[in-house]
């Protein structure tokens, strides 16, 4: 089987404009790997071998012309469900989406074909991304390559695997509460969240709108500043993306090496109790090393942090009943008609919705309801509201003390399955360290930081509102303190005879 699998985009990148390798070579490549280890891993639900070698031959042959690529042209990506692609089915791994092909394409996978990256398929998550494991995936979990009993993170999963089992070296996922940073923690992967606005979310299913935002899944920061610079930037069709230019992530990737005036403030409150040790002790030794190539570390503290969870698991259910309600039995996919009794629109809906949801969408749904209700709304909905503001402020004093907050992503390592899919707090704890961003818009990311038992630990890296820059060259300087992917077990596996 062909190394190039293992490259990083960046190198394949170099590979394909000196034309020692072609993309149809290196998508053939993946897309060999995805066939002889999916079965195992999961990662992908939809699979388009067709379309992802068109494009390959076409970059190829645009080379040959000698015409004007982007620099990725023809390096492969996976996309995460959730973001609709024209004539590929996009299920957000819900029954009630089963079969349904979107007549557009989401903003970032426009920009994608035009810079003309195949597109090898569409990745596994829970349902509508709500979980942290995969295990709400209607259509069964993604295994994690470092140890198939255990999770690869959630709600992107299927993109963290793809990444981590050397399948792809670019994938998308999106982030609401954590799920591009959490399963990149725990899969040894780089996962960006991207400034709110800074990435469009149109053609992005909506979980909470006010939340959710596209980000890059890679092996290397480097990647990652590479991806945020081809999708981002301003779009009009999406009212809160920000009108102004990207910045140079890549450039800023280069400065990484040294830290010098670069002052990192530890998050009090997001670490301690709650963390595994491994989780702290691979952190700390990170921290130690960050600060030898020059960077000064302080401790901030950030008080209502510790309310942030709740105030999530109020805002969140509440724009996921609204932005749920679209999925009716009439426009989209499913469509069930009650077993008995009249056949009027109301029962066709509630009948499609029964039968299409999964309990987790439908525990949020509920709930959402529920707090936005007349007689609940200040008090369960307003106070969120309010801490949300508080969680601002937070952040707003931290940045003057530090350019950076740091903390590990997730208090654990990759857990087993079963472990905590029947315990929906210990399900909902996995988020406890990347709810803050999302709730203040800021940028986040997670950068391998060594292991734990054999597992990987995710280390944190959170920047003011518009200062993704900083934080790349920051995650940068983490990742050069280890060099986790390439202990992942995936690169041994063994095509079975
Ligand atoms: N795990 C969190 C949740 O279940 C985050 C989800 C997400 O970011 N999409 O809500």
């Not at 293992?6 to 993309?23: D, N, R, Y």
């Not at 990484?256 to 030794?285: C, H, N």
């Not at 698991?313 to 509440?318: D, E, K």
């Amino acid at each position: 089987m062909s190394d190039l699998v293992f490259k990083t985009a960046a190198e394949l990148s170099q590979l394909l404009q000196a034309g020692e390798i072609t993309s149809v070579e290196l998508t053939t490549a993946c897309l060999d790997r995805i066939q002889a280890f999916d079965e195992k891993v999961h990662a992908f639900l939809h699979i388009d071998r067709e379309g992802a070698l068109a494009t390959a031959q076409e970059v190829d042959e645009a080379r040959q012309r000698g015409d004007d690529l982007h620099p990725l042209a023809g390096v492969p990506i996976a996309i995460k469900d959730n973001m609709v692609t024209r004539g590929m089915p996009t299920t957000c791994a819900s029954k009630i989406l089963a079969g349904w092909i979107p007549p557009y394409d989401a903003t970032v996978v426009r920009r994608i074909i035009q810079a003309k990256l195949p597109i090898i398929g569409k990745t596994n998550m829970d349902e509508f991304a709500m979980g942290s494991s995969t295990e709400h995936s209607a259509f069964g979990v993604s295994r994690n390559p470092w140890d198939l009993e255990r999770i690869p993170g959630g709600s992107g999963g299927g993109s963290a695997a793809a990444v981590a089992g050397f399948m792809v070296p670019l994938a998308l996922g999106s982030d609401t509460g954590g799920s591009i940073r959490q399963p990149g923690a725990v899969t040894g992967t780089v996962g960006v969240k991207p400034t709110y606005g800074a990435v469009s979310r149109y053609g992005l299913i909506a979980m909470a709108s006010s939340l959710d935002q596209i980000g890059p899944v890679t092996r290397t920061v480097e990647d990652a500043a590479l991806l945020q610079e081809l999708i981002g930037g301003h779009d009009p069709l999406d009212s809160t993306s920000l009108n102004e230019p990207v910045p140079a992530l890549a450039n800023s990737v280069r400065e990484g090496e040294d830290l010098t005036g670069i002052r990192v403030g530890i998050v009090k409150e997001l670490t301690g109790e709650g963390y595994e040790a491994g989780v702290l002790s691979a952190f700390q030794k990170t921290v130690d090393n960050i600060q030898s190539r020059g960077a000064e570390v302080v401790e901030v503290s950030c008080p209502n942090f510790e309310y942030a969870l709740a105030a999530y698991y109020l805002i969140m259910p509440a724009e996921v009943s609204s932005n749920l309600a679209r999925f009716d039995g009439m426009r989209y996919g499913l469509r069930v008609e009650p077993e008995e009794g009249p056949v009027t629109s109301e029962r066709v809906m509630a009948a499609s919705r029964g039968a299409g949801f999964g309990d987790e969408v439908k525990r949020r749904i509920i709930l959402g309801t529920h707090v936005l209700s007349a007689g609940y709304f200040d008090a369960y909905y307003g106070s969120a509201q309010k801490v949300r503001t508080l969680v601002q402020r937070d952040f707003d004093e931290a940045f003057q003390q530090a350019d950076v907050l740091i903390s590990p992503t997730s208090p654990t390592t990759a857990f087993k399955f079963g472990e905590k899919v029947d315990d929906v707090m210990a399900m909902y704890l996995n988020d406890i360290a990347t709810i803050p961003a999302n709730l203040a818009g800021v940028p986040a990311m997670s950068v391998p930081a060594g292991l734990s038992e054999g597992l990987p630990v995710g280390f944190q890296v959170i920047a003011p509102a518009r200062g993704d820059a900083v934080m790349y060259r920051v995650g940068r300087a983490v990742e050069l303190t280890t060099d986790v992917a390439d202990q992942c077990p995936a690169r041994d596996w063994k095509e079975e005879a």
